[in-house]
C-alpha cells in the first residue's frame, strides 16, 4: 500500500477531479494498512452521502477528520466555505494552503492515547518466531489457512477439536484472538450437525457470514444456518432431516421455544446425527441467564435429555475470559460424571487505552459526550443501559449535526439486525448507539472507540463491551462518561436483580401448593410457571411487559433454588411462551412453608445479593472520581488465570506489562489423556519408543501412513524446512503440529491431555542439534502415561552428549519405514 499514491487520490476525488477512487478496500496485508483502506472507504461514503445530501455534513466532516489524522496529511480545497468555523478541529494552513487535522481534545482526554488510537504512533505486534503456528491438513483443506493467528488460538482450537465424546470442554481465548475457528473447525470435523447458541441474533447472523467466508465448500448455502425468530425454519429443518445441515447458529430462545426445531434435533439425536452443543459466550449462562435470558440456565436440562439419548454428545463452552464463580456455576450445570475439560488461554488485551469521564452535572454529560464524538478516532460504539437511552443519545447526536448514526437495542426487530450488521461491517456509518444486545462476538475489528455512558453491572461485563474494540489488535479507546446520577441509577438496576427474601418464599409456597402444579411420589413435581403469587403487589421484572413478570419472576425463583442446588431441574418444555418446568426437591427444607426454609432462603439470597451488590461497588469504586488506581485492577481482580497488564488509564501513560513471554496455557490439563488401539501399541512392543531411519524423499509418505494411523502430535525441529508440507497429507485429520520448545512447555504446564497418544518426532539433518531435541524429548515426553514416540531420523547420526548413536540411545526397536504399520 502506497500512502501517498493514496492520499493524492483522495485529493482528488474530493475535488472532484476523479469520480471514484481505484482502490481495492479489502486489499490490506496486515491490520495496520486494512485500517487506513478503511478509513479511506468511510470517508468516500460520507462524501457520497454528503453530496446526497447537505444534511449529512457533520458526518463527512467527522470522517474527514479521521482521515487527516490517520494518515498525518493535509488537503488542499478548490472551495473552502463549507469547514469554516467547523467544530472538528479542522483548520487552514496559510503557509501550504491546505487545510489540516488538529487533535483539539477536551482536557479531560490523554492526547498519547488518541494518537495511538489513531494509528499514527505504533506497530503492529508480531508472533515470536519460536512458535510453530502451522496448522494441519484438516484444517488447511477446510479453510485455507497454513497458520494460526497465536500459540493461544492453536491451543484453544486443539483443545476443542480433542474432546472426546460424552466430555464438555471449557475453552477460553481472549477477544480478537479468533474463537470462531474452533466452533468452524469443530463443526467440520465430523460429517454431522453441530449446534452453536449464541446470545444475539447480530452474532448469528455476523457468523454465518464469517463463517461461510472461511469454510471453503462448494454446499456451503446449503450446510451453514442460523435461525431467528420471524424466519422461514423450512429450509433448515429440511437440511437437518436430511442430514446436510453442519452448523446451525441459533439463540437458546429460539432452540427452546420452537417446537419444530425440538422435534427436528431430539430425531438428530437420536441417530447421532448431532455431534456438538457450542454455547458461544459461555459467560452469559451466569450473567444473564440467571435474570431476563432465564432460557440460558434451561439449557441444562435441554442438554442433560439429549444425553440420555445419545451420551457421546459433546459440549464446548467458549469465552474470551471466565471468572472464578462463573466457572463453578457453568461446572455444576455441563459437568456429568466428572467429564470436565478446562482449557485456558485468559489473557488481558493490549488494546485499549482506558479514560474516565466524569462530568457534574447530566446536561455537562452531554456536552462530553458530543465532544467526544466529534474528536475521537472511528468506527465507534456508544454503549448504553436501556433502549430509551439509545434513542435519546442518537437524537442528541442529531441535534448537535451528526445524523449517520444507528441504535441497536433488544427492541430492534430481526430484518432490521441483519440489515444493520451488514452496513456495519461495509462501513456505511461510523457510528453505533446500542445496549448490551450489540456486538457480543461481532466481527468487525476496526473499532477504534468504545464509550460506556452508564456503569455496568459488574467488571465483567464492562470487559466483554469494551472488548468490541481493537480486535484488529491495534490500539483503541475505552471511555467511560459519567455523572453523580449514573450510580444511583446502576444501583437501582441491581436491586431489581434479586428478590426480597419474603418473595422468594411466598413465590416457592405459590408454585409448591398450587393446585394446578402435579406431584409425583419420587419428589418431582410439575410447575406451570404463569401460576400468580400469594401476594398482591406486582414485581417489575427488569425490562419485560409487566404481563410477563410473574411468569419471568417465577422461572427466576425455580432458577435460583437450582444454582443453590435446592431442587434439580429435570425438563423445561414451552408452549407459546409458557413455560412447564419438571423439578425434582434435592432439600426437603423445601417441603415445608416454615420458619426454618424462611432463615435458609435469606441465607442463600444474601449470597446471591452479596455478589450482585458486591461486583458492582467495585465497578463504581473503580471509576469514581476518575479512578484512583489503575483501571487495569479491576480486571485483574475478577479473572484469576490472567496477568496483569494496561496499556494506559488515568492513573499512567505508560504501560504496565505482566505478561511479557508467558505460556498462554494458564492451568494445568492432566486428562482425560488418549487410548491407545492395539494396532497403534503393535510395532513397540514393550518400548514407550522407537526409530524410524528414513530419507528425505520417503518421510512424507511415512508421515502419511502415520496420519492415517492416528498419529496425534508431529514434533519437527525449529525451522525446518518445507515443513509445510505437511498441509499436503492425504488423511484429512487434525494434528498438532509442534517445535520442541512448545512440547516442553506444555509439559511443564502440565498438558498432558494435548499430547498423550501418538507421536511423531521429526529430526533435522543437523548432528550437532540431534542430541538437543532427542535429550529434551526423553527427559520429558518419553515415558509419560497413554504416549508412545516414533523417532524420525534420516540417518544414524552420532549424539556426543551421550557417547553413542541415535539407535543405540533410543530404548525401543529400530525399524523400516516399508514395514510401519503395513
Known sequence: MNKDSITCLVSQYLNNEINSIQIDFESGTNSREEFYLKTVKRLTRAYELYLEKSVYKDDYLLALRDYLLTFDTAIKFKKDCFLDDNEYGIAFDEIDQK????????????????????????????????????????????????????????LAVYGALNTPEGYTTLVSLPTGGGKSLVTQTISYQKDRLTIVIVPTVSLAIDQVRVTKQVIKRDDNDNEIFSYSSGMNAGPI????????????????????????????????????????????????????????RVDYQCLESWRNMLLMTNPSLRTILLSATFEDRCIETLKDFFEVNGKWIEVRCDALRHEPRYCVVRAKSNKE????????????????????????DADYIKTLLSNSGIKNVRTFTGLTGSAQRKKLIEEWVDDQYEIMVATSAFGVGVDKGDVRTVIH????????????????????HLPC????????????????????????????????????????????????????????????????????????????WNIYVLLFLRRYNLIRILEVKIENGHYFILIEIVNDRLRVIDDVLKVHIDKIREEEWDFYNSSYNMMVNAVRSKSKE????????????????????????????????????????????????????????????????????????????????????IVVPEGMQNSENILDINSKRNILVVVVKDVYMLLKAHGYYFTSGLVAVVYPDDERIIGQQYITIKNNLCGKSATKIIHIIKNNAYVNEAGKTFVELVDGPSVLPSVIYT
Open 237 to 292: 429443518l429440511k437440511a437437518i432431516k436430511d442430514k446436510k445441515a453442519k452448523v446451525l447458529f441459533i439463540s437458546p430462545e429460539a432452540l427452546l421455544e420452537n417446537p419444530s426445531f425440538a422435534e427436528a434435533i431430539k430425531e438428530a439425536n437420536k441417530c447421532r446425527y448431532l455431534n456438538n452443543i457450542i454455547i458461544d459466550e459461555a459467560h452469559i449462562v451466569v450473567d444473564w441467564g440467571a435474570t431476563f
Open 99 to 154: 487545510y489540516f487535522a488538529s487533535f483539539q481534545l477536551p482536557s479531560y482526554v490523554n492526547e498519547k492515547f488518541v494518537n495511538e488510537a489513531f494509528i499514527r504512533t505504533v506497530s503492529e505486534q508480531h508472533v515470536a518466531p519460536d512458535s510453530n503456528l502451522l496448522t494441519d491438513p484438516m484444517i488447511y483443506a477446510m479453510t485455507g489457512y497454513t497458520h494460526f493467528k497465536s500459540l493461544d488460538q492453536k
Open 453 to 472: 455512558t452508564y456503569i455496568p453491572q459488574n467488571a465483567n461485563t464492562y470487559y466483554q463491551e469494551l472488548g468490541r474494540g481493537g480486535r484488529d
Open 630 to 713: 489503575c483501571i487495569s485492577e479491576l480486571f485483574y481482580k475478577t479473572y484469576s488465570k490472567v496477568y496483569e497488564y494496561c496499556a494506559g488509564c488515568n492513573i499512567h501513560d505508560i504501560p504496565i506489562i505482566g505478561d511479557s513471554h508467558k505460556f498462554p496455557l494458564k492451568n494445568r490439563v492432566d486428562e482425560p489423556l488418549r487410548v491407545l488401539s492395539e494396532e497403534q501399541l503393535l510395532p513397540f512392543g514393550e518400548s514407550n519408543e522407537m526409530v524410524v531411519l528414513v530419507n528425505d524423499n520417503e518421510r512424507m509418505n511415512l508421515l502419511n501412513r502415520l496420519v492415517e494411523k492416528g498419529v496425534s502430535m
Open 477 to 552: 479507546l475505552s471511555i467511560m462518561c459519567l455523572h453523580p446520577g449514573d450510580e444511583t441509577i446502576g444501583k437501582d438496576r441491581i436491586k431489581k436483580r434479586v428478590l426480597t427474601t419474603k418473595k422468594i418464599w411466598r413465590r416457592w409456597d405459590s408454585l409448591y401448593n398450587n393446585t394446578q402444579s402435579v406431584r409425583s411420589s419420587n419428589n418431582r413435581v410439575f410447575i406451570d410457571t404463569s401460576i400468580k403469587p400469594n401476594y398482591a403487589n406486582d414485581d417489575i421484572f427488569d425490562d419485560s411487559p409487566i404481563s410477563e413478570a410473574d411468569r419471568n
Open 365 to 388: 454529560k452531554e456536552k462530553d459526550i458530543v465532544e467526544l464524538v466529534r474528536k475521537l478516532p472511528h468506527p465507534m460504539i456508544i454503549y448504553v443501559a436501556r433502549p430509551i
